[in-house]
């Protein structure tokens, strides 16, 4: 039964324009919710995150916003970049401040 | 080096067959957790290690599986009898705190059970 589901494996958009990331989970005890990018033959790197209390954060290009009524994350990555292509991960914490709970990714494919 | 190193990058081993796999954490880092993602799979938490206190080992699939920190540096990750359904990449990951904004990944090890 998953508990962080990314329902698209994978998004191609065109350079330039706007990257939609979506994410869903179950649990509402979850507090705190990051994005991981991993490119091939590597490790996740930290991208951005978010707390519970809040409903957006913004670094960059990359917008990550909270619906907690909905249990729906989301991730806007503008203007697209073809370096942006990667495997994105949705995770999410709660219960302890260490362990998250991963959904499966989704492979973005920005064109030039 | 500066990052998380694993070793080694891949390992195939036959059904059965014990295998240790290594994880060098960025130095000075406390935190240091283990992950492993089977194919078309989310990351999969197994362990985590916290300096000198007793380690979460709530994800370890099975009694197969066991870890060990030696010296609050260098772990090990040990999978006995291994079986086809243990393939999978084994990521490792390091943190100053035990914060997850801190957290480095290693590039993972590869495992391949035949």
């Known amino acids: 039964d998953q508990q962080v589901k990314q329902n698209s494996p994978s998004l191609s958009v065109q350079e330039g324009r706007i990257s939609i990331l979506n994410c869903d989970y179950t649990?509402?005890?979850?507090?705190?919710f990051l994005w991981y990018k991993k490119y091939p033959a590597e490790g996740p790197t930290f991208l951005i995150s978010i707390s519970s209390i809040k409903d957006k954060n913004e670094d960059g290009r990359f917008t990550v916003f909270l619906n907690k009524s909905a249990k729906h994350l989301s991730l806007h990555i503008v203007p697209s970049q073809p370096g942006d292509s990667a495997v994105y991960f949705c995770a999410v914490r709660g219960g302890s401040n260490y362990k998250l709970t991963f959904g499966k990714g989704t492979l973005l494919t920005v064109n030039p | 080096g500066a990052g998380v190193s694993q070793s080694p990058s891949n390992k195939v081993t036959e059904k059965g067959k014990d295998v240790e796999l290594r994880c060098d954490p960025i130095?000075?880092?406390?935190?240091l957790y283990w992950y492993r993602q089977s194919l078309g799979q989310g990351l999969e938490f197994l362990i985590y290690?916290?300096?000198?206190?007793?380690?979460?080992k709530s994800g370890l699939p099975s009694d197969r599986f066991s870890a060990e920190r030696t010296g609050g540096s260098v772990s090990t990750l040990t999978i006995q009898r291994t079986q086809q359904e243990d393939s999978a990449v084994y990521l490792c990951?390091?943190?100053?705190?035990?914060?997850?904004?801190?957290?480095?990944f290693g590039q993972g090890t590869r495992l391949t059970v035949v």
């Open positions: 649990n509402s005890m979850f507090d705190y």
């Open positions: 990951a390091s943190s100053l705190t035990g914060t997850y904004t801190e957290a480095f």
């Open positions: 130095s000075g880092h406390t935190a």
């Open positions: 290690f916290q300096g000198n206190s007793a380690p979460d």
